[in-house]
Each structure stands twice: as C-alpha cells, then as structure tokens.
C-alpha cells in the first residue's frame, strides 16, 4: 500500500481532510473537509491493472456526489433560514442532512452501492472505506439532533 509517494500524499490528504471535517465550525467548512475526503481517496482506489477497481472508483465518485450535491444544499438552506429569517422547518434541515450524511457513510437504508463497491477494491482500500471514510460522517451525524431519523434508520 504504502509503496510510492503519491499514495502517501493521498492519504496525509485523506487524514487532514477528516481532521478540517471533525474541527470545522460551520457546516460549509464541513462539507469542504467532506470534498477533500472524497477527492483524496479515489485515486487510491482506482488501480490501473483492474476493471472492477475502476468501476468501484466510478460508483463511489457518483453516489458521493449525489450527497455531497444534496448536503451543500440542506446547509444553503439552513443558513438561509439562520440568516434571512425564512420559515423553514429546522427538523426537514435535519432530516436532509441526517440522510445525506448516511449516505456517505454506507449506512443503512442507504447502503445500496456499499456492497457492490466493495467488491471491486483490494483489502486495503476496503479497509480504508469501512473504517477511516466513515469517522468523518458519523462525527457530523453526532452533531445533529435528529433522534427520530436514526432511530427509523436503525430499525
């Protein structure tokens, strides 16, 4: 894994991408540490020798911006309702993001491209994604208070 210094480079990126998430003070800088997460992780996904890895990579570039498309726009929202007093349900905001946030995880209900990704990675990339890709998400889960999106979530 640890075989050149491009790889290296990826994953310091990967580490500081998750530590700007976790520290961040507002939700837009957040998503930011979100975008270099994901950025920094496909080209240590994508293998050259192998198709599958390759599509993996695809799969897991699209689905992740699909939520990170999705979560820019629940955190737009949220600070138009902060800031231009608009009346918008702060528990619609959180249910948004709540789903948003599971979906970069792989978490159930979203879960539908998990499996299928995981087929087309190597050991260590799978390592990777089920563990170190899903602090980041889950920290921004904790911060929210939507008890009720979780606990259907989990059921």
Known sequence: MFNNS???LFITMMIIGTLITVTANSWLGAWMG??????????????SNNLKSTEASLKYFLTQALASTVLL??????MLKNNMNYEIN????????T???????????????????MEGLTWMNALLLMTWQKIAPLMLISYLNSNSILLISVI
Not at 90 to 97: A, E, K, L, T, V
Request: proline share 6%; aromatic share 14%.
């Open 34 to 47: 979100l975008e270099i997460n994901l950025l920094s992780f496909i080209p240590l996904m994508s293998d």
């Open 6 to 8: 491009s790889k290296i």
């Open 73 to 78: 726009f629940s955190v737009i929202l949220l």
């Open 99 to 117: 789903s948003t946030l599971l979906l970069k995880s792989g978490s159930a209900p979203f879960h539908f491209w998990f499996p299928n990704l």
């Open 90 to 97: 702060n528990s619609f905001i959180s249910m948004i993001m």
